[in-house]
């Protein structure tokens, strides 16, 4: 689905957007399947909680075929060349990874942040919601428009009004299959989940082919259109 003027509007003034068009529901069964089976395995790298359980995989892209699948699906790519064009690559060394959280997952972890730290170098972060994601099982928390504060990202703690802007997060529930869109440099958090179950999600990044790079970047995959060199250095 492509998006409106109006839905790429919202997403440069609030720095996120629930894409319309949900994952199949197929793709997400079969992801949660896999996750599930990975985990099971104790297939690395995995992050594991306080108690030694796996509650995240990572380089899921170099996992299963699903992994690209899903994340190349004209559900989600179809709105990003909205925001990012028509050249599109996902992202290995940044998110690229499945997480389980429960009430003892990634404690520490919950903190607002952001993801980036160049405003020029950002990326948009497509959060694949597997479960459903409410306030009570750690939603994605956000605060909009929090993209336009110009902070040194590095020591975000400690820039000035930094409290000021965190107040003003808002829960983003999700259901399942669901899909946000985040631009990297937003402020943004995992809620704490207070429930017994877990909520499955999934985290990728996406940015537009660099029409100034003349190599190729293995830690980038092309998943739509192609790679273009636009140099004047000939």
Request: glycine residues 8%.
């Amino acid at each position: 689905m492509i998006l409106t003027g109006q839905q790429i509007r919202l997403f440069r003034h609030n720095g996120f957007l629930k894409i319309p068009e949900p994952l199949p529901s197929t793709i997400v069964d079969e992801l949660k399947r896999t996750i599930m089976e990975d985990i099971r395995k104790e297939v690395e790298p995995v992050q594991r909680d306080t108690d030694g359980n796996i509650v995240r995989i990572s380089s899921i892209l170099g996992r299963a075929p699903i992994f690209l699948e899903a994340v190349s699906h004209p559900s989600v790519l179809d709105p990003l060349t909205c925001l990012l064009g028509p050249n599109i690559e996902a992202i290995t060394n940044r998110h690229n990874h499945a997480t389980l959280r429960t009430r003892t997952a990634l404690r520490g972890h919950s903190d607002l942040h952001r993801d980036v730290l160049q405003w020029t170098r950002t990326i948009v972060t497509i959060i694949f919601y597997l479960e459903e994601t409410t306030v009570e099982n750690g939603c994605t928390l956000i605060v909009p428009g929090s993209h336009m504060v110009q902070w040194s990202t590095e020591k975000l703690y400690d820039q000035e009004g930094f409290s000021e802007v965190t107040a003003q997060a808002v829960p983003v529930p999700m259901p399942a299959g669901g899909m946000l869109a985040i631009d990297s440099t937003v402020v943004h958090g995992i809620g704490e989940n207070h429930t017994d179950g877990t909520r499955m999600s999934m985290t990728v990044g996406y940015h537009s082919v660099d029409e100034l790079m003349d190599v190729e970047n293995p830690k980038r995959i092309l998943v739509r259109g192609e790679r273009k060199y636009g140099g004047n250095d000939g």
